[in-house]
């Protein structure tokens, strides 16, 4: 008997951890002990990993087995440990060589019959591997093309225990190899009519977003949305009901540029953490997100045990759409203030410390009142003033402090749609506008290591950004009148700046100072 060893990792959040599982077998009652703070689902890995080894022939030791998780520190969560586990038994009882060193990692989950199914992280834990300088893995079969994203480290897929054995190097009797699926069968038992059925039905129900030249009469609006797809400013869009807030809305993903390769890592990390089958393909469009507002807290922010992911970290370098904001609960939408300022969540768990992105764009949408007719001209309006004040106080100042534009959405009259009509942008033209605006915030900002405008520190504004006092004279007089706050003034140097590149000007002047804070507002939310 020798002491087996192999290695897993362990997530919390995205960041991955490697973790040492060592197996002793030793004299004694038979018995069996895990220990290295390990959760109830790492805990049971010992009925599965006994049974599954029964089950394809392969001893399990009839002393006393310990399995140590080291460090024994750092929690261990879900079933990812099961084949290492596994792998770490069969080396201390010499069925396997020792041969998984230190630069190879083992994940899956095992079925009673012996079969490694698929889980969920896989990318993020092969990419917490690669840090800690392992250079090979292997991971269940349907987990490989999510695998293969990750360079630097080579990765194997395998089915079953039998093949795994295999690997490495052991040679198990054929007849123990756990029945395959039925033929024109998938994993999930459809057949493969079945499935193609389901693959098809599914891209039928994929949401197009519309064009933005579906949009007709909002100027203005429009505006502003190019200008948030710029900078990746955040947007609130105020009006009546059947103005146009939720189509302009979701045509921000039109105007939207591709995601960079750290992003597609970063975005496919996540949603890893939240499918068991994989992600088969790097997303190329930024992510965006459109919850209902009975959204709750743990919806949105993420969290449990294993620090599961919420929206504010599925919709990371994309779109958050907050459609009919004042009805979501106060303290759901108050808890974004701080991701909307440092673009990361961190979360505190029992005694775990967990990072998940946040880096997203906030677009929110709102009628002006209960009934959404307090900007009609018509006067049909049937909320007293202190109905209204309380719906929009739903939205508390600090949170509206950090949306950078706040556009009123009209409704549009039937000669203005006809007028528009032969004056509408396309999503392709607005989008050649983002792109080369961003590419020269982009060139402007290298040196202080960023790219957009919205990630621009007040220290920089004030020092090698600093506009001169001519063109700040009105947004100065402002912040001492105590109408808008310093934020909201770096706020609008950071708009008046993606003014400036959308226009091709090398510095912003007091028009852009003033279009920028007509589309700030003000009153009570500003003091």
Known sequence: MTLGMCRAVSLTGIEGSLIDIEADVSAGLPATRIVGLADTAVAQAEHRVRVALGNTGQPYPDTRLTVNLVPAGAPK????????????????????????????????????????????????????????????????????????????????????????????????????????????RSRRGESADEADELTTSNAERVHTPPDLSEIVGQHDAVEALIVAATGRHHLMLTGSPGAGKSMLANSLATLLPPLSRREQLEVTAVRSLTSRTGVCELPTQPPFEAPHHSLTMAGLIGGGSSLRPGLVSLSAHGVLFLDEAPEFRTHVLDSL??????????????????????????????????????????????CTPSQRRRYLARLSGPLLDRVD???????????????????????????????????????????????????????????????????????????????????????????????CDLAGDRSPDSEHIARAMSWRGGGEHDR
Not at 153 to 179: M, Y
């Open 77 to 184: 969560h879900g079933t990812a440990f099961d084949a290492a586990i596994a792998v770490a038994v069969l080396i201390a009882q010499g069925i396997v060589p020792p041969h998984p060193s230190r630069d190879t990692v083992v994940l899956g989950e095992l079925t009673l019959e012996g079969r490694i199914r698929p889980i969920p992280g896989v990318l993020p834990a092969l990419l917490g591997a690669v840090r800690g300088g392992v250079t090979k893995a292997v991971v269940p079969r349907e987990n490989l093309p999510e695998a293969r994203f990750v360079d630097d480290i080579h990765v194997v897929g395998v089915d079953d225990l039998i093949e795994l054995i295999r690997l490495l190097g052991a040679q198990p009797h054929p007849r123990d190899r756990p029945p395959a699926p039925p033929s024109g």
């Open 405 to 499: 534009l706040r556009v009123g959405v009209g409704r549009v009259r039937s000669h203005r749609a006809l007028i528009d009509d032969a004056e509408t942008l396309t999503s392709a033209q607005a989008r050649v506008q983002v792109e080369r605006a961003r590419a020269a915030s982009a060139e402007r900002l290298r040196p202080f290591g960023h790219e957009l405008n919205s990630q621009v520190s007040g220290e920089t504004l004030r020092g090698r950004l600093r506009l001169a006092p001519q063109a700040t004279a009105t947004l100065d007089r402002a912040l001492d009148l105590g109408t808008i706050t310093l934020r909201g003034y770096f706020r609008l140097l950071r708009i008046a700046w993606t003014l």
């Open 337 to 382: 203030r701080q991701c909307l300022e440092t673009g990361t969540l961190t979360l505190h768990r029992a005694g775990i410390v967990g990072r998940l992105p946040a880096d997203f764009q906030l677009v929110m949408a709102a009628n002006p009142c209960p009934c959404g007719y307090a900007t009609e001209p018509e006067n049909t309006c049937t």
